[in-house]
């Protein structure tokens, strides 16, 4: 199966050419040329196979070029129980007979990040191979928090490849940064940048527009490349995750083969809800998709409205993973929705530059309705509702996942809806512990205490462990204390490499 850009459809490549080389070369992405399609049958059999079986049973069907050892690897690297502490990888909990959570947080990091940062950099390298590319990689992240430390815990010790980091000095939690600095591997590097998350940010994208550096750096046997979410080896995994639910439910007697779901996600940069929807396009009984946004809730306008408009105040929340303006993955839904127009996705994303805003047709607009529903909620909703799930539940959830819970709950009571439903949980509530604590008690309950002793009581209020990859940061030393200029990020990464 090849790709094709969703400026350019006259651009066809492989999946390891797509992987290899993230965005296409006229600002589109990438995207399977047709969706294989998946009978009920294949569900069922999904049923009795292990996390590791059913990913290997949907990226056999995006990444054909792929022989099935090499894909049989990549998955077994990624995914194992040292790395998610549990079997089932992704397991589901049952809220009541009508709510389940699909856990995506017991990775490495604590984020369902992992989920996909996990077997990137082994589908990254597999693709170098497949493709005689013989330079190093190199990844560049900018981060404003769960990215980076799900970059580096997937590329670190992972041969032919290096990775740094570059993180506002002021912009994540103490948590984030501790996971960073202290950052194990051979082949990894961590700087803090002064400034914010958007000076970090331009100095990567400075760095990956400068074509005499980016030759240097050839010419020394170096390719630059991204992890972020926009590379289809980052949105193909996650695909996986939805029929793994699905096979959850069905093995649990929970639902009925070919019952319908309906999936709520808490929505950032739109991956993992387009995840879910091409799952449906293959054939995953989905009913409707619920889009839930925090207070920056440009989503909501748009599945509202079909207008799309990132000229608006930016909100900084509890929830900072879901704090985006443009949704970069939506431009894949559109692509599909207006039935694989080039014309018309360059049209709109040439306006959302110009002008930050586009509107679409009515007929994309009412296929999109007919599938989508959109809310969202500000920071106090989210906070009631951690408490108010933890009091009726005795389940604790992180704040973005409380986002989706709070935008449920509003959706079935305008609705009425009973369909049975899986909410994403996108975070361990301990990543986002002086939260979820100010949520459960009050302001005073976090009042001068340090971050372990927060992981501690929240464990003890929650009756959940305290995830040991956060724990044992206690114990770690600071490996990395570097703090540069968003101008000096050039000379870090030849430092780092050694090239002058
Ligand atoms: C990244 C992230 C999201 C948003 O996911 P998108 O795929 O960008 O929509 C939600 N929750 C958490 C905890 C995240 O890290």
Request: hydrophobic content about 40%.
């Amino acid at each position: 199966m090849n790709y094709q850009s969703t400026r350019d459809k006259s651009i066809s490549v492989s999946a390891a050419q797509a992987i290899k080389t993230g965005l296409s070369s006229e600002g589109g992405l990438f995207v399977p040329e047709s969706f294989p399609s998946v009978s009920l049958n294949e569900i069922k059999s999904l049923i009795s196979k292990s996390y590791n079986e059913r990913a290997f049973f949907v990226l056999s069907k995006f990444l054909t070029d792929f022989s099935q050892e090499e894909l049989e690897k990549c998955i077994d690297s990624a995914y194992t129980k040292e790395k998610f502490g549990t079997d089932s990888i992704a397991p589901v909990y049952k809220l009541n007979d009508t709510i389940y959570f699909l856990e995506l947080w017991h990775g490495p990091t604590c984020a369902f990040k992992d989920m996909a940062l996990q077997i990137l950099p082994h589908l990254l390298t597999t693709s170098m191979k497949k493709t005689n590319e013989d330079k190093e990689i190199v990844i560049l992240v900018a981060t404003s928090g769960d990215t980076g430390k799900a970059a580096l815990e997937g590329f670190k010790d992972v041969g032919g490849t290096r990775i740094i980091v570059f993180y506002p000095d002021n912009g994540v939690s103490e948590i984030q940064k501790l996971q960073m600095v202290t950052q194990e591997g051979n082949n990894v590097s961590v700087a803090a940048v002064t400034g914010n998350f958007d000076d970090a940010q331009n100095g990567v994208k400075k760095i990956f527009t400068d074509d005499e550096y980016k030759g240097l750096l050839e010419r020394n046997q170096f390719k630059l490349s991204s992890a972020n979410s926009i590379n289809w080896g980052r949105l193909v995994p996650q695909i996986v995750y939805y029929f793994s639910a699905y096979a959850e439910l069905l093995k649990n007697n929970e639902i009925a083969a070919g019952e319908k779901i309906n999936v709520v996600v808490p929505t950032g940069n739109f991956g993992n809800i387009l995840a879910a929807y091409y799952a449906k396009k293959m054939g995953l009984p989905i009913a409707k998709f619920i889009c839930a946004s925090n207070k920056n809730n440009v989503l909501t306008d748009f599945i509202k409205t079909g207008v799309y408009n990132k000229n608006r105040d930016f909100h900084t929340t509890i929830s900072p993973s879901m704090d985006i303006l443009i949704s970069s993955n939506l431009e894949r839904f559109l692509y599909d929705l207006t039935g694989r127009s080039d014309t018309v996705i360059r049209e709109w994303m040439n306006e959302l530059n110009t002008t930050g805003s586009y509107e679409i047709s009515d007929d994309v607009k009412s296929k999109m309705q007919e599938m989508f529903c959109a809310g969202y909620c500000d920071d106090s909703e989210t906070m009631e509702t951690i408490k108010k799930c933890a009091a009726d539940y005795d389940y604790v959830m992180d704040t973005h996942t409380a986002v989706a819970k709070a935008v449920y709950d509003k959706y079935v009571s305008e609705t009425g809806d009973k369909t049975k439903t899986v909410i994403a949980s996108t975070a361990s509530p301990f990543k986002f512990n002086q939260s979820v604590l100010i949520a459960l008690e009050d302001h005073n309950a976090v009042l001068g205490k340090d971050e372990f002793t927060l992981l501690r009581e929240l464990a003890e209020k929650s009756n959940m462990q305290i995830p040991k990859s956060l724990f044992e940061l206690k114990d770690k030393s600071v490996v990395f204390d570097l703090v540069c200029d968003k101008d000096e990020m050039k000379q870090v990464v030849s430092d780092f490499l050694m090239v002058n």
